[in-house]
Every structure is written in C-alpha cells, then in structure tokens.
C-alpha cells in the first residue's frame, strides 16, 4: 500500500500545520526506511561530503555545518557553552528567547537580560547601549520567536553587536531557517543554530549549526564547553566527514532527500513561497477582525514561518484549536502564557498557497 500521508494517522497530507514538528514530504518520510550504515565506514564519508555541500547552499555559508543528533535546544546550549567565559546578555521577547537566558543560566553563567513584551521585536540601538556598558562574552537572540511569531531583525542586531569584538552573536533560528531570509557569513552571526523538525520540514531528531572562525577561537578556550556540545570535536569530526557519536542515521537519509528537494526549489523560492503563505494569512486576519482576531505580531516584526493570532475575549484560543481539530486540522495553540489567548498557524516547511487557503476556509467557519 503506498497511501502516503505525513499527517497523524487518519489525516490526509495538507492539514497538519502545527508551528513545529511540522508535516513531512512522504519522500522525505521514506527516505528513513533504509537500511542502516557503518557510521566508520566508506559509505558514511561520502553521505556526510554530499550532505555538508547541500547545507553550505541551503544555509547560504562557506563555512561547516555541524550535524548534531540532538534536539535543537542542544545546539543552544552548544552556543552558550562554547562562547561563555563569564557574562552573557539574553535578548528576551518570548518563550524561546527565555530558554536561552535560562540555558545560559543553568551553565553557571551570569546572565544580564533585555525583555522587550512578548509580541514586541528587539531595538538595535538599545541592544548596543547595553552592550557598551558591560564586558559580554556573548549576545544571544532568538530569529523568528515561534511562541509570538515575532521575526527579530538578526542582521541588524548583529550589526549593532559587531563593533564590540569580544562579544559573540548567537542567533537561535529554529523555525526560521527554511523560511526566513538568513546569511549567516553575510550578516556576522557567529553561531547560528537550527533544528530539524521546523520550517526545515525533517523529522526530529537533528539540529544544525554554523559556527564563525571566531567562535571556533573562542571555543577552543572556553571553559565551559564541555564534552557531548564540544565544537571542537565537531570540527574534527568534520574534517573526517564523520561526526562525533553515533548520529541519526535515519534522518540523515531524509535530510538527503531533502537538500535535493531545496536544491530544486532554490533558497530565494522558498523565502518567497514562506511570505506569500505569511501574507495570505495576515489578510486573512485582517478580514476577520469583525470575530475579534488580531495579529500580535507588528508590521515589518512578523515572521514568515507562524502566525500567532490574538482573540479579543482573551481565552477562547483553545476553542478555536479544538474545533479545528474536530474538522480534521491540526493547528497550533498558544504558547506558555499566551495560551488561553492566542493560537498559532505554523505555515511552514513544504506547506503551499492552496493547502492554506484550505485551511483559511476551514477556520473561517470555526471563527464565525
Ligand atoms: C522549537 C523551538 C526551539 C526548541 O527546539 P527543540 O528542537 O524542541 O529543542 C527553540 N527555539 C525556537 C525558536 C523554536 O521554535
């Protein structure tokens, strides 16, 4: 039987747009049925020489791209651990940007915060005026904050942080990558950190990381870098076109797949798909306004990969998901403290114009 559905069983592809883990191309999907490989042998350096070649264009880099077999918030630690000595400064607008304050935190590092409300984007001037009145180590930020959906402008913020050359910009980009415009080289990020199951539209269980040469100078000193998130065993394991442990095997295989699948569409397609799908939703919102929706997210703030949309009476969030899903419709509820008053469309990954527009059919019913 080949009835291929990427959805939970029983819903057929197209309706499953949770902000994370998203819904998987069958292609990529079977890709993980092959049989395993000696991750020592010949056939692992040729997968791994394939694979860094299709993440150095889809991650628009010169540099490595380390594979971890670890959730995404292991590459923030990695980030924190690798580029810490003493003081860190946590941009913080929503929930993931705080894990990284407190991932830092819990690394025995001191933490200085700025918290903007959750919904609001980070101001560069403001980041740099802190900057200057403190010796940091490190800047971390979140891209496109997937609990409000608010895009922080990382090139910008980067360049605010770049005349202070001790302090190392770590850019948490997990459901940004795949869908958002991101140059790490370009744009001085010094690590920049994604998983697998966001706008990148793997399965879970791999996270992606690109470190400047800074960052590997820093890591070689760092004393906190520890053993399992040592960047500099990922280099060396790098120069081997092997990896440290035992990787992902599996999902290596659909990451396989799914570098030629981007490769296909090209990076500026998948940028321009991911906006016209964030467009057609805020239109969306805006047209129904009269059932008390809104945007949290400002103009010119708002990511290309998930809608966080407030309702007015500020607590019917979950019905909204629940009627959905007795439609047969997976969205996303609101995150941490914004649940009972937001709910989110992650319109991410492999996801097209029609499948939301079925979608924003659908939900206008159960709005209305
Ligand atoms: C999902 C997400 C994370 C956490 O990723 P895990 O793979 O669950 O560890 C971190 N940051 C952002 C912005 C996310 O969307």
Redesign the pocket.
Known sequence: MSQSTSAPAGLPRGRFFL??PTEVHPDVLQAQTRPMISHRGAGINALMKELQEGLEVAFCTKRPVFIGTN????F?EAGVRNAGRTRILSLVNGA?SK?FADIALSCGFEVDVIEVPWGEAHDPDQVADKLGKGSYDAVTM?H???STSVLNDVRALAAAAAPFEDTLVLV?S??GFGGAELRPDAWGLDWLLT?S??SFALP?GL?FGVASEKMMERAAVAPQRGYYFDLMQYAAGHEKAQSPSTPALSVMFSLQVQLKRMQAETMEKRWARHTAMAERTWAWVEANEAAGLSLLAPEGYRSPCVTAITVADGESGPKIVKGMAEKGWVIGGGYGKLKPSSFRIGHMGDHTLDELNELLDVLTEVVS
């Open positions: 902000p994370g959730s995404a918030t292991g923030m993931f894990r979140a496109s904050e997937t948490d997990v459901s998983g199951q966001k879970p996270a």
